[in-house]
């Protein structure tokens, strides 16, 4: 059944003025006109919902399930408004992001801490995924914001933010490489044991197609899905690794690894990427984030930029 808010609003208000005559004063109507619409209102429920008495007005039983349902329809209004209001101004809401596990530091350490604080109200869904994961809970709006590395295109994904960060041998301290003029060539990379991501992760296949290019193979000493031990694993001094700046940026301040150039057109062209869906009409609170994130990440923001 199709009820007109109007028609409701007009029976509220009479019921609460005691007399058609009131209610017209207080909607700067004709009686007349308020007459009419609560009889079509009696027309669609099928029974009277006003009686008189010589106090005035009031309800039938019928009237006062119908003064019931406008009451609850008038709460549920109310605070729909509010939640409403509450959305727009960014109090409440949720944002799903997806990222590679290399952003995860320079995410939490400084840009997420910053964005709660100012949207307290804001709740924050973060999965960790590889490339093809991250790129498919984008498209089937899974999550809101993926950042992956490494440009993989598909017709679904926006590339919303990108930053040239370039692929770095990271090396011990006291390892030879951090010790040889720069940058390194691929040939003398082969020549290292080294610790990579697994075969089809986005920086394994980046560094597999170099190699192919160059017509040489890595020396391949661990694999690994974790990028903890890709980390621990270079400060531990068991070899090198292959990582952007930003994904070491807490080894590198604490001088417990080195990151050097690799002379590869690949390594040194690769990108860091913020991607939504194509056409995904995004909440403000996430372009907001986009934009923040954008400004703030390092993984955004060209390596030589402090």
């Known amino acids: ?36 619409q609560i009889a079509l209102l009696e027309s669609a429920f099928g029974a009277p919902l006003l009686e008189r008495t010589p106090r005035g007005i009031r309800p039938t039983p019928v009237g006062e399930m119908a003064l019931d349902y406008c009451l609850r329809r008038g709460e549920l ?7 409403l209001e509450a959305y727009q101004r960014l109090e409440t809401g949720t944002i799903s992001l997806v990222v590679g596990e290399g952003f995860i530091d320079d995410l939490i350490d400084a840009p997420l801490r910053a964005f709660a604080e100012r949207y307290r109200g804001i709740r924050l869904d973060i999965e960790q995924a590889g490339t093809d994961e991250i790129i498919e809970s984008v498209v089937e709006d899974r999550a809101h914001i993926g950042l992956m590395f490494h440009e993989r295109v598909h017709p679904q994904i ?49 560094v597999d197609q170099a190699f192919v290019q160059a017509g040489l193979r890595p020396q391949v000493a661990m694999e690994t899905n974790s990028m903890a031990v890709l980390r621990r694993a270079v400060v531990a001094g068991m070899g090198i690794t292959l990582l952007p700046r930003f994904a070491v940026a807490r080894e590198l301040a604490e001088g417990s690894v080195v990151a050097v150039p690799v002379a590869s057109m690949l ?5 860091a990427h913020m991607i939504t869906r194509v056409g995904r009409r995004q909440p403000e609170a996430s372009l907001k984030l986009l934009r923040h994130l954008s400004a703030w990440m390092q993984a955004f923001r060209s390596p030589d930029t402090p």
């Open 77 to 83: 209004d109310d605070d729909f408004i509010t939640r």
């Open 267 to 271: 390594f040194q062209n690769s990108q």
């Open 1 to 36: 059944m199709d009820i007109p808010h109007q028609r409701l609003v007009y029976f509220r208000v009479t019921v609460e003025s005691g007399s058609l005559r009131k209610a017209a004063a207080r909607l700067d109507i004709a009686p007349s006109a308020v007459s009419r």
């Open 158 to 206: 926006r590339f919303w933010a990108s930053s040239g960060q370039p692929l770095l041998a990271i090396c011990p301290v006291d390892h030879t490489l951090a010790r040889e003029a720069h940058p390194i060539s691929l040939q003398r990379l082969g020549e290292t044991s080294m610790a990579l991501w697994n075969t089809g992760h986005g920086v394994r296949r980046l």
